[in-house]
């Protein structure tokens, strides 16, 4: 049924309601029947669903691979032990993302609004989502609507509409049916649920609660869309499949090798759980869900709340924000910044008599309330010009009550009060100064001639010139005439959204690490350009009607030289989002209205906010500003770039390990030997896997870290990696073949204590590659005292199955102090191939600038 289409007596019959509202009985029966109005969450985020997340990546289903192994095998501790790494991965993980999920249910609770309704013939308040179709809402200013309804009387009813359509200006609304193929920002005789009246009062008839509403249909279609991977992501499942494609085809290679030998086929079965247990980092997923889960935390601290851990990293990875003006690089709240009165352009708590007179206008002819809390935007922004001035603005409408009023149109552009014994009027400039004959001036009232009228036009223009939005004043005595003609022009007012202190130096931090911004906004292009500038996006302008006209072809070459979009809508950000994404960018994109929320959904990062922003596009995004401040963005940049950083240096520290335990076996396998047993292979694993590498996580920034280019969805595994895990692994396979040869001493087979030398000697080889893997990342090696403590506890594992009755379980044997020199020596020659290999990795790093 097109509601907005209805007259008011059809609409009520449709509802099946009148003017008195429903019955207390009949709105209880409808709840019922409906359910209450909310919009459904994004089933994704139920608990299940979130845990359930944490077992998606190819590498976890590789572990459950090799668990089953080693159970097959013989060997159920290692499977046993293979098993809770992965459920307590799972276990990690979900409490990460499931406390961001509880942290955005209390940022919405505490937000649950009420409204007002009409039952039972009386008007009551009741909780919003106990609306029910049928139910008579009462509106008036500050409200928001808490459902879809017909409106049935209006009395100079605004609805600011911009969070749903996109339009920053209100929209009054009227009863009067609209046609009905009437766009839904042009449907005055409908109000939608989650807008918010800025002036007037009206009544309605609901017709569409929960997700039966606007915002409802547009939050259904989010749910059946699919979060984009991040190269995080992408890379470890394509590590998980290359790593199951290795393990297996190398497996069989050792069974079908060593069983051509006659070696019995369970001994060449476990000789393949070994290889499988090399190859496959079990640590880690854990590894990193813990330093994303770091990340969350860190994040939040400087007020960004992340709903999925892989945003964090995804974060790091961006090199465009496309961001939003009003609220997120301005305070969103408009202000008076300059004041104009004959012929002086003056600071607005300026001592100048003619000021007071100019405020008292602004805020007496205005129907906001007389603290400045609620209204439209403007009228608020006058009121509190006038109390920064010390104007009781209580005690002047007191003083002044209001008799009459003819409001403000877009036909007429300007208020008119009626008083006691003066009027007010307050509107566009030129409307104003046309029906003024006489201007204020230092000296007292004189005729306004020619050359003033030149002059007032000018300081308009000089102010819009500087994205102000002028207003112009004028009184006159109460008399007979018409109450707008005969005016004296007292004076303009300029106001300003201001740009955050901090935002121009976030931006120029931004663009210095090589992460281009962009600003959308509604505004005209004058205001646009002159934000643009103030805030440090100073580029070319191209208006919401220009997108339209281009082809995506144009628009793709435009995005790359246009900073700044102005008068632009939701549905134009999303084309201006794909433009981006189709040139190959990675996109961090700000929304707070229900239409920005595709948009949110598709960007890699969807970054919404917390304090203005609709549940629909906090529910789309994957980080919540809670703030609405674009310095945090800046913060969440660094941070996801740090947070990349440390999971890259665990990354390639637990895969050249991997390699150099898959080569050794390999090669000992070859000729018969049996070197490390799984056992041995999955403690290595634990223990450089474990503390070392979540010690890792907690590394701090380096220097450069905003220094570098961005990465541009190059993934974790990349060239510089590929040359680290490379030289790193050959280097530590030679020298554990030459420990085992010398140690092995010419015996046909494995002895425990050749085991013990190669066993032992991984593990020192790892810790003393662990500071050549961060010094390659530029982090100094007395950065992280954790990581100096987690390597000595770790290293004293290793002695306990050593010198322990571990060393049974383990098939170890005691080391002497001769064996002791002979692996560190091994160590400290390594040391200064381990450097070279890393050197050689820095110079290979894409995102170094040359």
């Known amino acids: 049924m097109d509601w907005h289409a209805t007259d008011t007596d059809d609409a009520l019959d449709a509802a099946d309601s009148d003017r008195d509202g429903l019955t207390d009985a009949a709105a209880e029966r409808r709840l019922a029947e409906v359910g209450p109005n909310e919009l459904v969450r994004d089933g994704s985020r139920h608990p299940a669903a979130i845990f359930a997340a944490q077992f998606r990546s190819a590498l976890i289903w590789v572990l459950v691979v090799a668990a089953a192994l080693a159970f097959a095998a013989g060997k159920p501790v290692d499977a046993v032990l293979i098993a809770v790494i992965v459920f307590a991965n799972g276990v990690f993980g979900f409490a990460q993302e499931y406390r961001a999920e509880r942290s955005l249910d209390a940022l919405r609770d505490a937000a649950t609004p009420n409204a007002t ?75 939608y649920k989650g807008t918010s009246v800025v002036a007037g009062r009206g009544e309605a008839v609901v017709f569409g ?32 499949r290359r790593l199951g494609v290795a393990v297996a085809v190398l497996a069989a290679a050792v069974v079908a090798l060593l069983v051509a030998r006659d070696t019995p086929l369970v001994q060449a079965g476990l000789a393949a759980v070994s290889l499988a247990v090399a190859a496959i980092p079990e640590g880690l997923p854990a590894v990193v869900t813990f330093t994303l889960a770091l990340g969350v935390r860190r994040l939040a601290r400087d007020d960004a709340l992340v709903r999925r851990l892989p945003a964090v990293e995804a974060l790091g990875s961006v090199d465009v924000v496309v961001t939003d003006k009003t609220g997120t690089l301005t305070e969103g709240e408009m202000r008076v910044r300059k004041a104009w009165v004959y012929d002086e352009t003056l600071d607005p708590e300026a001592d100048d008599e003619r000021l007071d007179r100019l405020f008292e206008i602004g805020a007496v002819c205005n129907d906001a309330p007389p603290d400045g809390e609620t209204g439209t935007p403007t009228e608020r922004a006058l009121v509190r010009g006038a109390l920064d001035r010390g104007i009781d603005v209580a005690e002047r409408r007191d003083a002044l009550p209001r008799r009459d009023e003819i409001p403000f149109s877009a036909d007429r552009k300007r208020m008119t009060t009626v008083h006691e014994d ?3 009027v307050k509107g566009a400039p030129a409307v104003v100064l046309e029906r003024s004959t006489r201007v204020l001036t230092p000296d007292g009232e004189r005729r306004l001639d020619d050359e003033t009228r030149e002059l007032v036009a000018e300081r308009v223009d000089d102010l819009a010139g500087d994205a102000l939005r002028v207003l112009g004043f004028a009184y006159r005595d109460r008399g007979d005439r018409d109450p707008d003609s005969d005016l004296v022009f007292v004076g303009l007012q300029g106001l300003l959204d201001p740009p955050r202190d901090e935002v121009a130096d976030a931006i120029a931090d931004t663009k210095h690490a090589g992460v281009a911004v962009k600003m959308v906004t509604g505004d005209n292009r004058l205001t646009a350009a002159a934000i643009g500038r103030q805030v440090g996006v100073d580029s070319n302008v191209l208006e919401g009607s220009e997108v339209d006209a281009m082809s995506d072809e144009e628009l793709r070459k435009a995005v790359e030289d246009v900073d700044v979009f102005a008068r632009t809508v939701p549905a134009q950000k999303v084309r201006i989002l794909r433009a981006l994404q189709a040139n190959g960018h990675r996109v961090a994109m700000t929304g707070d209205g229900v239409n920005d929320a595709p948009a949110l ?36 940049i660094r941070g996801g770039r740090a947070i990349f950083d440390n999971v890259w240096k665990f990354v390639a520290y637990l895969l050249s390990a991997n390699l150099a335990e898959v080569l050794l076996v390999f090669v000992a396998s070859l000729f018969g030997y049996l070197i490390l047993p799984a056992v041995q292979l999955l403690w290595i694993n634990l223990l450089t896997d474990g503390l070392p590498a979540l010690a890792l996580g907690t590394d701090p920034d380096a220097d450069d870290v905003m220094e570098r280019k961005p990465r541009r969805g190059r993934g974790v595994v990349d060239r510089s990696m590929l040359t680290l895990v490379a030289g790193a692994g050959l280097v530590t396979t030679a020298f554990m073949l030459a420990v085992m040869v010398w140690s092995l001493d010419g015996a046909p087979a494995a002895t425990p204590y050749a085991v013990t030398m190669v066993f032992t000697g991984f593990v020192v080889f790892e810790f003393a590659k662990l500071y050549v893997v961060r010094w390659t990342r530029h982090t100094p090696p007395t950065a992280n005292p954790w990581l100096t403590l987690s390597v000595l506890v770790s290293f004293g594992f290793q002695l306990a199955v050593l010198y322990t009755p571990l060393a049974d379980y383990f098939g170890t044997v005691p080391l002497s102090g001769g064996d002791w020199l002979v692996l560190l020596g091994a160590a400290a020659a390594a040391l200064p191939l381990f450097v070279g290999v890393g050197a050689l990795a820095r110079r290979r790093d894409p995102t170094v600038r040359e």
């Open 117 to 191: 309704v009409r039952r039972n013939g009386e008007r009551t308040t009741v909780p919003a989502d106990e609306v029910v179709p049928g139910d008579v809402v009462l509106l008036e200013q500050g409200d928001v609507v808490p459902a879809d309804a017909r409106v049935l009387d209006a009395r100079l009813l605004e609805v600011e509409e911009a969070a749903l359509t996109g339009e920053s200006l209100p929209v009054e609304k009227s009863p009067e049916p609209v046609g009905a193929d009437t766009a839904l920002a042009e449907r005055t005789s409908v109000v």
């Open 601 to 636: 959904k598709n960007a890699d990062v969807g970054v919404a906010m917390g304090v203005r922003g609709t549940e629909v596009a906090r529910q789309a995004s994957d980080v919540v500003l809670l703030d609405d401040d674009y310095a945090t963005i800046r913060s969440a």
């Open 209 to 240: 609660t929960g997700m039966d509403t606007e915002v409802g249909a547009i939050a259904t279609g989010l749910a059946e869309a699919e979060d984009p991977r991040t190269p995080l992501q992408t890379d470890l499942d394509q590590l998980g």
């Open 422 to 424: 003066r009027v007010y």
